[in-house]
């Protein structure tokens, strides 16, 4: 083994699960986030990029953000995997998701419902852990506007879940 192939073995290993995550969190599908990851894996070993990288965390969500993206636009858009097909074919009224579901379940979904530009960063910042910097690279989108999205996200998680918390309340009278 090379130091070269020794050297990006160590960083996968150090960062793999967090391009996971990154992934998944731009995905929303686990077979479709570990081929970005290992798509986008490929494509840096075969480069040498990654050699100069001087915020490896920030560089590499980047590189793996990029290539999800690219496989979200090359979908057509007819294409929908069995996941997708059984959450839209669930037809469950907001009062069944909200009596069936634990609070942390419902709050996941309340996430899924926000709009992709808000539901991205916030997933990148909260969940994921990332400054504003590291998902303003990540995003190829300034810091400021993380922060803004992130603010208008929290605030409108905040008003569902107070909307869906008045719904549970008059479902339980």
Known sequence: MTER????GAMVDRQGRFLYRVAFGLMRNAE????????????LF????WLQM??????LARVVW????????????????????????????AEEVMVGA????????????LPEELRRPLVLSAIEEMTSREVGVAMGIPEATVRG?????????????EAMQ???AEVRR
Do not use: C
């Open 5 to 8: 192939e020794a050297a990006f």
């Open 32 to 43: 479709d986030a570990e081929d970005v990851v290992q798509e986008a894996l490929l494509k």
């Open 46 to 49: 075969r480069g040498d990029g």
């Open 54 to 59: 001087v915020d490896e965390r920030a560089f």
């Open 66 to 93: 990029r290539v999800g993206l690219d496989r979200i636009a090359a979908r057509r858009p007819g294409d929908m995997d069995v996941t997708e097909m059984e959450v839209a074919s669930a037809g469950e009224t």
């Open 102 to 113: 634990g609070e942390r379940d419902a709050l996941r979904r309340l996430i899924e419902g």
């Open 149 to 161: 999205r992130v603010m208008r996200a929290r605030a409108e998680l905040k008003r569902r879940f």
């Open 166 to 168: 008045m719904v549970r």
